[in-house]
């Protein structure tokens, strides 16, 4: 089907829904979403390099994308893929490696997609799914494992790697590797199978002829059948979450169920029309859609009504908008205008005042809008439609498609390449140059500067009425500087736009931060050591780039930092690490310590920036770590180190009791000398403890930190009453650095 077969599946009697049409629509609905930005200021084809059909668009962003289509008709023709990297200014052709058409296109990243469509004619050909990922460079084709004669009606995906694909006589593909590979799975039936869905990616569902509903628990590695109580074929399936959901198809049938699908029960859709689409929001609202125009609606998730169009069944209606989720207008033929202020429940007619087909229709806001259709037909309202005018477009060419970014600014697109455009919301039209004569079928702007128009035979226009974004930074010399730079960032932009960003790195791109403060002019300060290459990107609102970049170089003064030191005291030498930066242009000349406070230096040991320096002397050091750089500049730090490695010694006073003093609870006081020889780290743990000849403890007392070098009295407490006789008093202690007495202090305790 060419594009023009596709126009006219807008339009038969009834509606059908098919796959030529649903990428038709697809392509043009990929345009609304992608923004980008063109150099020129009038509207301008986009040479495509082919007359083949172009099926299905894809855009990562406002420059990347590509367009698929049909093989050409000479001999040894590939199907079409198209690749643009400048928004559409080029379209490049790329390698598919097949005959078979393509019929839809989608890319998760810049560099990773996917291109489906037909089977081959050969014996055991498969249906067509292709790979890239290198943005198209290659393409490789991936195995579908379907019969030819197994078409392919649904998909869903629940990550960039995890998907399904059913189809014809039962068929089920998944794929868990992005689609390198594609594996069936199987399938309890043989009935044609029309869509799919999947809550997660483990559960799910597919319905299909004759009344088949399939249900998984485990990602498809097994399907099972479940009732559907009805033989009607069934088109569409959606679920809000694990257990509600509804599945539509022929004769209104509705079924809809509230524990995962089983079982599942019929709801009454007010209805004959087959039902092709179903679509829910939550537990309780849905809507589906059918032949000649028929849309059902639920509030309450099981009492379905008509939305009444209040429209015979001979009008068709060929355009839609919405402005919010209760209020929209539909046009159609024979100057059919509808709207509905209840999301659709009812829908009541308008009167537009021509008989022409209407063709589009838009609103910036709910109260104005705007229809086009056939002889250049261009009615607005600014009360809803209460009332619609016509306007003089300045054409007699049909009309076809109508866009609108504000209230002023809009455009519409027509027969033989007609465009017209408004800046005064539609009182007064302009002809604008398309340079072709191609029928124009759909229009989308992101920006009142930025949008597309597509048509027949493969036409893409893009279109830009900007002044191009500016960037400057300035501040910068080739001169070493000892102190922060300010770098001044000027943007100058159209004034019709807004700045939407403005980012720097200096890490070429790695990360970005935003400059700080607002306006055109901002200061950014630059305090790192060294060579630093600023590299500024702005972006204005239509999403055109600018970027400017600036090298500054900055030298304030070596530095130097000395760790394994403090405040503790050590009883074994200490190993300091050292580490010296000298910045910029500059090489380290000395690195030197000193322990009398800079009198005296010496060198650290070692090369480079990174040493390590050994102190063994007893007592407590105080270092001073001098680095200087080639250019004579220096910087120091300080580090402590004590170190005590001498052991400490204790004994007590030997001492005589009566036994009324030793009794069991009695504090015995002890006298004990501690020294603990120079150097010393100021105090000690002592444990003094009284106890048998056979060394069964009597009673013992604890000091954390005892004075040394001087006699102090402890008290012990007795744990038992001890006998006449002879007793022993044993002290021990542990000094700061953790140096324990080599042996125990030991006298005699006689009780009398």
């Not at 590695?221 to 009805?230: A, L, N, V």
């Not at 501040?475 to 500087?481: K, M, R």
Request: proline letters at 3%; hydrophobic letters at 35%; charged letters at 15%.
């Amino acid at each position: 089907m060419d594009l023009q077969q596709s126009f006219e599946a807008f339009h038969p009697r009834r509606w059908r829904v098919g796959a030529p049409l649903l990428a038709s629509l697809a392509a043009l609905l990929a345009l609304v979403l992608v923004p980008a930005a063109w150099a020129t200021t009038t509207w301008s084809a986009q040479t495509s390099g082919t007359t083949n059909n172009l099926r299905a668009v894809a855009f990562t962003s406002a420059t990347t994308g590509w367009a698929v289509g049909d093989t050409g008709t000479g001999a040894g023709d590939t199907s079409t893929i198209l690749k643009t990297s400048d928004g559409g200014a080029t379209w490049t052709p790329q390698a598919s490696g097949t005959t078979n058409n393509l019929r839809a296109v989608a890319f998760t990243s810049a560099t990773t997609g996917w291109a489906v469509g037909d089977t081959g004619t050969g014996a055991g050909d498969t249906g067509t799914i292709l790979k890239t990922t290198n943005g198209g460079a290659n393409w490789a084709a991936q195995t579908s494992g379907v019969p030819v004669t197994a078409d392919l009606y649904g998909v869903t995906f629940v990550s960039d790697t995890t998907g399904w694909a059913v189809g014809a006589s039962g068929t089920i593909l998944t794929t868990t590797n992005g689609g390198d590979t594609w594996t069936s799975q199987t399938s309890p039936t043989t009935n044609n199978l029309r869509a799919v869905t999947f809550t997660d990616a483990d559960t799910g569902w597919a319905v299909g002829a004759s009344g088949t509903i399939l249900t998984t628990t485990d990602g498809g590695d097994s399907w099972q059948s479940r009732t559907s109580g009805t033989t009607n074929n069934l088109r569409a399936v959606t679920f809000t979450s694990a257990t509600t959901g509804w599945a539509v198809g022929d004769s209104g049938t509705i079924l809809a169920t509230t524990n995962g699908g089983d079982p599942w029960a019929a709801q009454i859709s007010t209805t004959n029309a087959d039902l092709y689409g179903v679509t829910s929001i939550s537990a309780t609202t849905a809507w589906a859609v059918g032949d000649s125009g028929k849309i059902v609606a639920t509030t309450d998730g099981a009492d379905w009504t008509a939305q009444t169009s209040v429209v015979p069944v001979t009008a068709d209606l060929y355009g839609v908008t919405f402005v919010s989720d209760t209020t929209g207008w539909a046009v159609g033929a024979s100057g059919t205008i509808l709207t509905t202020t209840n999301g659709g429940d009812t829908w009541t007619p308008q009167t537009s005042g021509t008989t022409k087909n209407l063709r589009a229709v838009t609103f910036t806001s709910d109260t104005t809008g705007w229809a086009v259709g056939a002889s250049g037909t261009i009615l607005a309202t600014a009360n809803g439609g209460a009332t619609w005018t016509p306007r003089t477009s300045g054409t007699t060419n049909n009309l076809r498609a109508v866009a609108f970014t504000d209230a002023d600014t809009g455009w519409a697109v027509g027969a033989s390449g007609t465009i017209v455009a408004t800046t005064n919301g539609g009182a007064t039209w302009a002809a604008q140059d398309s340079s072709t004569t191609s029928n124009l079928l759909g229009v989308a702007f992101t920006s009142p500067t930025t949008g597309w128009a597509v048509g027949y035979d493969g036409r893409i226009l893009g279109y830009s009425g900007l002044d191009s974004l500016a960037l400057d930074v300035g501040g910068a010399d080739t001169s070493w500087h000892r102190a922060p730079v300010d770098l001044t960032v000027t943007t100058v932009l159209d004034d019709r736009l807004s700045l939407a960003s403005l980012a720097y790195s200096t890490d070429a791109g790695a990360t970005w931060a935003a400059v700080p403060g607002g306006g055109a002019s901002r200061t950014l300060t630059i305090a790192s050591e060294g060579t630093t290459t600023v590299v500024v990107r702005a972006v204005d609102s239509a999403g055109q780039l600018a970027s400017d970049s600036a090298t500054v170089s900055i030298d304030t003064q070596p530095s130097v930092s000395v760790s394994g030191g403090g405040a503790a005291w050590r009883n074994k030498p200490v190993t300091l690490t050292i580490r010296a930066t000298v910045f910029a242009r500059y090489t380290l000349a000395a690195l030197q310590y000193s322990r009398n406070g800079g009198t005296t230096w010496s060198e650290v040991p070692g090369d480079g920036t990174d040493r390590t320096l050994t102190i063994t002397r007893q007592g407590t050091s105080k270092l001073l770590v001098r680095v200087t750089d080639s250019a004579g500049q220096a910087w120091s730090a300080f580090e402590t180190v004590k170190i005590d490695s001498v052991k400490p010694t204790s004994k007590a006073k030997a001492k005589t009791l009566k036994r009324s003093q030793a009794r069991k609870g009695k504090r015995v006081s002890i006298k004990v000398t501690l020294k603990d020889p120079t150097p010393s780290c100021g105090s000690a743990r002592l444990v003094t403890t009284i106890s048998t000849k056979s060394g069964h403890r009597l009673g013992r007392t604890t000091l954390a930190a005892a004075t040394v070098n001087r006699a102090r009295t402890v008290s012990v407490k007795l744990t038992k009453t001890l006998k006449k006789g002879t007793y022993y008093i044993f002290t021990r202690a542990t000094d700061k650095a953790g140096n324990l007495q080599a042996k125990a202090g030991k006298v005699k305790l006689r009780v009398k």
